[in-house]
T-cell receptor, first 114, second 114 residues
Framework: EAGVVQSPRYKIIEKKQPVAFWCNPISGHNTLYWYLQNLGQGPELLIRYENEEAVDDSQLPKDRFSAERLKGVDSTLKIQPAELGDSAVYLC????????????FGPGTRLTVL | QKEVEQDPGPLSVPEGAIVSLNCTYSNSAFQYFMWYRQYSRKGPELLMYTYSSGNKEDGRFTAQVDKSSKYISLFIRDSQPSDSATYLCAMSALSGGSNYKLTFGKGTLLTVNP
């Protein structure tokens, strides 16, 4: 069974530039999560999708962050414009459904904002 | 005080040693307890999953939950160099029929020396 796929793995951008991250969850997993992991910290939830619906985006900084999950499969997380403090690892995870909290994580996208 | 406290280490042990990793928490509503292993430049990988109090064993790994003390542990027997990684504890509560919202510790960096 293929795991959660993310791309790109690494991204370096100048501040104020836009950036986008892509995630393909495990086949059959209805729930998709985006997490932010700062250096030396545990992951923090940004947004959760049930199929194509964002059902918990309370931690997503909506002034600059946006996300979508068209057709309830792949998802994209966007930052526009990026700030220096956005440098972190962005992790995507999926689970069969939200009542099953066994979440499977992708390798993450490491973002560096210069 | 953070909801989940975890000593970041680093922890360095010789091969074959018994390793003890711990987390404390303050939210008495937490019922689901997990340990994730994260290798460098990789996403977290679910290692152990425990519901409520008690012990769970899987090969060389044993997870313990003491809800009365709000304390969870992960023991690794006969540690191997391949166990070198960051170990993250995570926990969640049942809310609105769902238990998806994981609260992570900071992670403990473990090195097993050959």
């Amino acid at each position: 069974e293929a795991g959660v796929v993310q791309s790109p793995r690494y991204k370096i951008i100048e501040k104020k530039q836009p950036v986008a991250f892509w995630c393909n969850p495990i086949s059959g997993h209805n729930t998709l999560y985006w997490y932010l992991q700062n250096l030396g910290q545990g992951p923090e939830l940004l947004i959760r999708y049930e199929n194509e619906e964002a059902v918990d985006d309370s931690q997503l900084p909506k002034d600059r962050f946006s996300a979508e999950r068209l057709k309830g499969v792949d998802s994209t997380l966007k930052i526009q414009p990026a700030e220096l403090g956005d440098s972190a690892v962005y992790l995507c995870a999926s689970s069969v459904w939200a009542g099953n909290n066994e979440q499977f994580f992708g390798p993450g996208t490491r973002l560096t904002v210069l | 005080q953070k909801e989940v406290e975890q000593d970041p280490g680093p922890l360095s042990v010789p091969e074959g040693a018994i390793v003890s990793l711990n987390c404390t928490y303050s939210n008495s509503a937490f019922q689901y307890f997990m340990w994730y292993r994260q290798y460098s430049r990789k996403g977290p990988e679910l290692l152990m999953y425990t519901y409520s109090s008690g012990n769970k064993e899987d090969g060389r790994f044993t997870a313990q939950v003491d809800k009365s003390s709000k304390y969870i542990s992960l023991f690794i027997r006969d540690s191997q160099p391949s166990d070198s990684a960051t170990y993250l504890c995570a926990m969640s509560a049942l809310s609105g029929g769902s238990n998806y919202k994981l609260t992570f510790g900071k992670g403990t960096l473990l090195t097993v020396n050959p």
